[in-house]
C-alpha cells in the first residue's frame, strides 16, 4: 500500500512535469530520445488513490480557458456596426482554401526519398503557409466557416433545398472558408517532418506534439497549421471577425488528430479495443476545444476511398465506418470533403446517381471538390451543394501563379531555399511582376 502511495506521488510529479512543458514556448525542445508519441496515459490526469487523505495530491493546475466568441455572419449587426466597424451585405463569391498538414521540417521532407515529389505536389512549409496567411489578410479576406455560407430550407412546394447566405462582413473585406484535408496525421506524414498529433497544453490551448531531426521531442503552436492559425487569429482578431477558423476534413484509417481511435478489421482482441476506448477518451478534450475555438469538422470517409467507383457496398459500409469512429467523437457533418477530389457518379453537378443520392440521404448537403475556381452550385434535384476549392500547395506555387494573385503572389510565398528543384512555370517570368 505504502508503495503505491508513494509511486502514485512521483506519478503525479511527472505528470506536472509533463504538463508544464507543453506550454512552455515555440518549438521548444522538452529533451531526450523517444520512440514515438508519449503514450495516452501521459495525458490524464493522475487517479486519485481513495482512502488516503493524508497524502499530499498533486494536481497539473486546471487552465482557465480564455473566453472565445462565436458569432453569427448571416445576422446583421444591430444598428449596422459593431465594434465602431460598418457592416455591409456580401452576396458575392465566397472563396475556398484548402490545405493538407504543413511541413515542419522540410529538411525531413524534401530529403529525396520515394515521398518527396507527393509532399512537394501536395504540401506547403510552415514558413510558406505564414506567408500565405499574411497575404489574405492584408488583401482584405475575413474567415468565415463554411458551414455559414448555405443554408437548408424549404420551397414554395415545401421541398428541401439549399440556399446561399448573405452574408454581413466588415464593409470592404471579403470572406474566405479554409478547409484543411486529411488532418488525421498518417505515419507517412510522422516520418517526413511533419507534427504527430494536437495536445492540450497547460495554457489550456491547442498545441502540437513532435519529433525533431535530432529526435527531441517538440511541443509548439509554430509547427503545425491548426495552433498555427489559432495564434494568427490571435495576433489579427479582425481577421476572423466571427471566430471561425477551419473545417477539419477527417478520414477515420488511421485514427483522428493524432490518436489512435480506429478500428481494424484483421485482428481485433480486447486488449486493442480497450486502447481505443483510451484514444478516443484521449482525443475528446482536443475536439471539444478546436470546436469552442471557431472549428469545424467535415467527412473525407473513412478510408480516403474513390466515391467514383460506384461500389455502393463499399460506400455504404465506409459512410458508416466514418460514422462510428469519427462522427461518434466530432458530432453530425453536413459537409463532404471527396477523396481525390474524385466526383460521384460522373460528374455530380450535371447528374445526381445513386452514389451521390446515398451519401445526401446520410445527411451530407455540402459537397466539395478540387478546381481551378472557388465554383458552387446549388442542385436543383436534391437537397445539397457542390463547390470545388482552390489548393494552395507545390504544384499550384509552381504551375499556377496566375491564377492565385488575388491571394498571393507565389513569387513571394515559395521557399526555393527548401524546396527540391522541381522548375516553375512561365507564368512566373511574367515581367514587371
Ligand atoms: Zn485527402
Known sequence: MRKKKTMAFLLALALLFTAAACGSGNGETTGGQTNGPPPTEQMNPPEEDAGDAAEPVIEPPAPEPEPYQISDPKVMPEGGQKDGVTYAAWNDLVEHLFFHPIIAYPELAFDGDAQEQGLDDYMVTVDEFNRILDSVYERGYVLVDIND????????????????????????????????????????????????????????????????????????????????????????????????????????????????????????????????QKEREAVRPVIEELKRTGWTFGSHTWGHIRL????????????????????????????????????????????????????????????????????????????????????????????????????????DIMDMTVRPDYGVGTDWDTTGN
Request: aromatic fraction near 12%.
Open 149 to 276: 455560407v448555405w443554408s437548408e430550407t424549404t420551397d414554395a412546394d415545401g421541398n428541401p433545398v439549399m440556399v446561399k447566405n448573405t452574408l454581413y462582413l466588415p464593409e470592404g473585406k471579403k470572406p474566405l472558408v479554409l478547409s484543411y484535408d486529411d488532418t488525421n496525421y498518417y505515419p507517412y506524414m510522422l516520418d517526413n517532418g511533419l507534427t504527430y498529433k494536437l495536445i492540450i497544453g497547460d495554457d489550456g490551448k491547442i498545441w502540437s506534439w513532435g519529433l525533431d531531426p535530432g529526435g527531441n521531442e517538440v511541443v509548439s503552436r509554430d509547427l503545425d497549421a491548426i495552433p498555427a492559425l489559432d495564434k494568427f487569429v490571435e495576433e489579427h482578431p479582425d481577421f476572423s471577425p466571427f471566430g471561425a477558423k477551419a473545417c477539419l476534413s477527417l478520414t477515420g484509417y488511421e485514427g483522428i488528430l493524432g490518436y489512435h481511435t480506429q478500428t481494424d478489421t484483421q485482428s481485433w482482441t480486447d486488449a486493442q479495443e480497450a486502447e481505443r
Open 308 to 411: 467514383g467507383s460506384g461500389n455502393m457496398e463499399k460506400i455504404q459500409a465506409d459512410t458508416q465506418r466514418w460514422l462510428d469512429e469519427v462522427g461518434s467523437l466530432v458530432g453530425p457533418t453536413t459537409i463532404l470533403f471527396y477523396p481525390h477530389g474524385e466526383r460521384p457518379d460522373g460528374n455530380d453537378w450535371k447528374n445526381t446517381g445513386p452514389t451521390f443520392q446515398y451519401l445526401q440521404e446520410q445527411g451530407f448537403r455540402v459537397f466539395c471538390s478540387v478546381g481551378t475556381q472557388s465554383f458552387s452550385y446549388i442542385k436543383k434535384d436534391i437537397c445539397a451543394v457542390i463547390c470545388d476549392r482552390l489548393h494552395p500547395d507545390g504544384k499550384t506555387l509552381r504551375w499556377s501563379r496566375n491564377r492565385y494573385l488575388q491571394f498571393y503572389d507565389a513569387k
